[in-house]
């Protein structure tokens, strides 16, 4: 009953330990291994101690017995017949074996005859079993029947002048002793191992606990930093995993803030980008307003102002449409099978023009026919962006070169020209939107700052790539690389 208790605490702190923790959790997980890592050893233990014993008092037992049965059989062996001098002290010796050993013995002749039972049973009855018929040829056994709990074994009874065997020992002995020993040796084990084990369960609840500590206390900050109550980064090494958690997290949240400083300066620079122009429209219509008798001449100047603000705020508008357009459709691409040759000669016709108004040579080198799966219309807005770029910050009788090239994969188009180029310390910047890198000329040339960061976004929608290389009064080159097969 001791053993039963044992076992219910053990099931009782368990269940309760299911109840407290959820399937699913860390701790669950590594205490219910280290309690694992406790049961699987003592069970593996029990079971080879318990089996190492019994076989080992098995061959013990089996040894005694053959012992004095070879000392009896000797005894026969000296008779004329298994019944012959001596019979009474043989049957008395016959007798105490039986009671030492709790077993039966049974004399049996070479006509496989019992010519002697120590249970009174079977005398004067045939016996003819495989160990009988071995034994009679010289060859004793032993058999040990672990269901039945009993040893039988078999010796020869041989004439000591011929040497020639005329009856078997049969001797069966129960094991209960030794079967009792093993009861009482597993409840010691049992009772020993069933304190191990709640020692273990209470070992294993409590390095559970300190093991997932770092993790809670990462699910703490990480759950603060949700709710916007924390933004510091984290720190916690206690683990490697830990650590890399920490990292891959401080390393987020580095990527959020500039995300969200990004949003909030995106926000100014369109509110100031729209405000601009209206102020100057304000300001102008004012004046025309306070002034009486305005020249016809003034009167026109000032309206071709308002023309000249009012199409920049259109301009702005539109491309932030664009943009906001390309964030919501970022899954929606109209493809289709596409010349890009035809397309790049058709939005350099529409650029020349511009172009020609400061002498810029634009010029189109195609190394071979280009076909791919694009969306031409956002492919065109990023093309087109990025010569109208390269015709207005150029200089004055410059030129402005746009190369295609293919391989089997991918489709190549390269915008150069010979304009004021970039500083290397701004180059990371320049597909920000709103980034402006020659901030004194913006009003002159008309930018509006976003179109670098619309030609970025249409061609990462085609899974493509864009690169600059420029030095300042150098000129600028954009590489452009798009697959020719749209993979969504």
């Known amino acids: 009953m001791y053993i039963r208790s044992g076992e219910l605490v053990i099931i009782l702190g368990v269940k309760k330990y299911l109840k407290r923790s959820r399937l699913g959790s860390l701790r669950f997980q590594i205490g219910s291994l280290i309690i694992l890592a406790g049961i699987i050893p003592v069970l593996i233990i029990e079971g080879v101690l318990l089996s190492t014993y019994e076989k080992r008092a098995v061959n013990v037992r089996t040894?005694?017995?053959?012992?004095q049965c070879t000392i009896l059989c000797n005894q026969l062996g000296d008779s004329s017949d298994l019944k012959g001098k001596n019979s009474e002290i043989i049957k008395t010796e016959l007798d105490q074996l039986t009671n030492i050993y709790n077993g039966r013995v049974m004399l049996i002749d070479d006509n496989f005859q019992i010519m002697e039972d120590t249970y009174g049973m079977d005398d004067g009855k045939t016996i003819v079993s495989g160990d009988v018929i071995q034994c009679l040829k010289g060859q004793?056994?032993?058999?040990?029947?672990?269901?039945?709990?009993?040893?039988?074994?078999?010796?020869?009874?041989?004439?000591?002048?011929?040497?020639e065997v005329k009856g078997v020992m049969l001797v069966s002995v129960s094991t209960d002793t030794i079967v009792d020993t093993l009861h009482e040796l597993r409840s010691s084990i049992r009772t020993v191992g069933g304190v191990i084990l709640i020692i273990w369960v209470l070992i294993a609840l409590v390095f559970s606990k300190l093991m997932v500590r770092p993790f809670i206390r990462i699910t703490r900050s990480l759950e603060n930093a949700t709710a916007g109550y924390d933004e510091s980064m984290l720190h916690e090494n206690a683990y490697t995993e830990t650590r890399q958690m920490t990292e891959a997290f401080n390393k987020m949240l580095g990527r959020l803030r500039v995300l969200d400083d990004s949003r909030t300066e995106f926000v100014s620079n369109v509110s100031h980008e729209l405000k601009t122009p209206l102020t100057s429209m304000k300001v102008l219509s004012d004046s025309l307003l306070t002034q009486e008798d305005v020249p016809v001449e003034l009167y026109k100047e000032f309206m071709g102002d308002l023309s000249e603000e009012i199409e920049r705020e259109n301009k702005i508008i539109n491309d932030l449409l664009s943009l906001v357009k390309m964030d919501k459709t970022a899954d929606t691409m109209n493809i289709s099978s596409v010349n890009i040759n035809t397309l790049v000669e058709r939005i350099l016709k529409q650029l020349r023009p511009i172009a020609a108004k400061n002498n810029i040579e634009v010029v189109f080198e195609s190394f071979r026919p280009v076909t791919a799966e694009v969306d031409e219309v956002k492919l065109s807005l990023a093309i087109t962006n990025l010569v109208e770029n390269a015709i207005k910050y150029n200089q004055e009788n410059g030129w402005v070169h746009v190369a295609l090239n293919a391989d089997h994969k991918l489709f190549y188009i390269e915008v150069a020209d010979s304009g004021i180029g970039i500083a290397p310390e701004e180059t990371d910047h320049i597909f920000e939107r709103f980034y402006r890198v020659d901030k004194s000329h913006a009003r002159?040339?008309?930018?509006?700052?976003?179109?670098?960061?619309?030609?970025?976004?249409?061609?990462?929608?085609?899974?493509?790539?864009?690169?600059?290389?420029?030095?300042?009064?150098?000129?600028t080159t954009f590489t452009v690389k798009i697959p020719l097969t749209y993979v969504s």
């Open 140 to 163: 004793g056994t032993s058999h040990y029947d672990s269901r039945n709990r009993y040893i039988e074994v078999t010796s020869p009874i041989a004439d000591l002048q011929t040497n």
């Open 63 to 67: 040894a005694e017995i053959q012992s």
């Open 444 to 475: 002159e040339i008309g930018g509006t700052g976003l179109g670098l960061a619309i030609a970025r976004s249409a061609i990462v929608m085609h899974r493509g790539a864009i690169k600059v290389y420029s030095q300042p009064g150098k000129g």
